[in-house]
T-cell receptor, first 113, second 115 residues
Framework: GDSVTQMEGPVTLSEEAFLTINCTYTATGYPSLFWYVQYPGEGLQLLLKATKADDKGSNKGFEATYRKETTSFHLEKGSVQVSDSAVYFCALSKAAGANNLFFGTGTRLTVIP | DTGVSQNPRHKITKRGQNVTFRCDPISEHNRLYWYRQTLGQGPEFLTYFQNEAQLEKSRLLSDRFSAERPKGSFSTLEIQRTEQGDSAMYLC?????????????FGEGSRLTVL
C-alpha cells in the first residue's frame, strides 16, 4: 500500500547549520507530496508541496524536490534558525483529488542558538 | 482567530464510556477531515466530509466510531464504549474546494486518554 518513510529524529542543529530531513515514499500512480510542520502549541500546517516529478516546492527558505527515480522528497534548508524548531511530517496523497493524506512518523528538529 | 477549532482539548475518561469531540472548521471551507495520531506516529486518516455528506471512511473507523456534520458546518466525532487503544490525539482539518490537493488546515487536536 501507499506509505511514507521518514528519517527518524530527533535532530538537533546549531543555528545557521544546513538541514536535511529524508523522506521516501511508496505509492502506485503519481502521488502528490507534501511537507507539513507543527510548531509547539500549534496545529499542523502545510509547509510546501510538489505535485509531479521534478517539481520543487519551496517556502520560508525550505525546499524539497520530487524525485520519482529515487521515490524521494527530502526537505532541505541552507541555514536554520531557532524559530524552525518544530516537528516536520512528510506526506503523500495518492492521486489528484484524493481526500486523504498518508503521513510519515514525523521528525523533531531542535535548533540551538 | 478564524482557524480550525476543536473542543475539548483534552478528555480523560474511563474505559467503556462514550466521548464526543467537536470541530469547527474555517467558515468558508466545505471539506472537513478527521485524523487520529498516536504517540510517535504521524496522523492517520479517519474520515472525510464534503459539506454534510460523509464521502470516505477509513477501515480504522470501527463501528464504535461515528462522525457527523449535520449542516455542513461543525462536525462531531463520537466514540462509544471507549477502549484503552482509543487513547490518541484526534485531529480535525478543513479545506476549501478552491485549495490545491492536500492543502489542509489543522486544528490543535483533542487528546483522549482512556483509563
Amino acid at each position: 500500500g501507499d506509505s511514507v518513510t521518514q528519517m527518524e529524529g530527533p535532530v538537533t542543529l546549531s543555528e545557521e547549520a544546513f538541514l536535511t530531513i529524508n523522506c521516501t515514499y511508496t505509492a502506485t500512480g503519481y502521488p502528490s507530496l507534501f511537507w507539513y510542520v507543527q510548531y509547539p502549541g500549534e496545529g499542523l500546517q502545510l509547509l510546501l508541496k510538489a505535485t509531479k516529478a521534478d517539481d520543487k516546492g519551496s517556502n520560508k527558505g525550505f525546499e524539497a524536490t520530487y524525485r520519482k527515480e529515487t521515490t524521494s522528497f527530502h526537505l532541505e534548508k541552507g541555514s536554520v534558525q531557532v524559530s524552525d524548531s518544530a516537528v516536520y511530517f512528510c506526506a503523500l496523497s495518492k492521486a489528484a483529488g484524493a481526500n486523504n493524506l498518508f503521513f510519515g512518523t514525523g521528525t523533531r528538529l531542535t535548533v540551538i542558538p | 482567530d478564524t482557524g480550525v477549532s476543536q473542543n475539548p482539548r483534552h478528555k480523560i475518561t474511563k474505559r467503556g464510556q462514550n466521548v464526543t469531540f467537536r470541530c469547527d472548521p474555517i467558515s468558508e471551507h466545505n471539506r472537513l477531515y478527521w485524523y487520529r495520531q498516536t504517540l510517535g506516529q504521524g496522523p492517520e486518516f479517519l474520515t472525510y466530509f464534503q459539506n454534510e455528506a460523509q464521502l470516505e471512511k477509513s477501515r480504522l473507523l470501527s463501528d464504535r466510531f461515528s462522525a457527523e456534520r449535520p449542516k455542513g458546518s461543525f462536525s462531531t466525532l463520537e466514540i462509544q464504549r471507549t477502549e484503552q487503544g482509543d487513547s490518541a490525539m484526534y485531529l480535525c482539518a478543513s479545506s476549501s474546494r478552491l485549495a490545491g490537493d492536500g492543502e489542509l488546515f489543522f486544528g490543535e487536536g483533542s487528546r483522549l486518554t482512556v483509563l
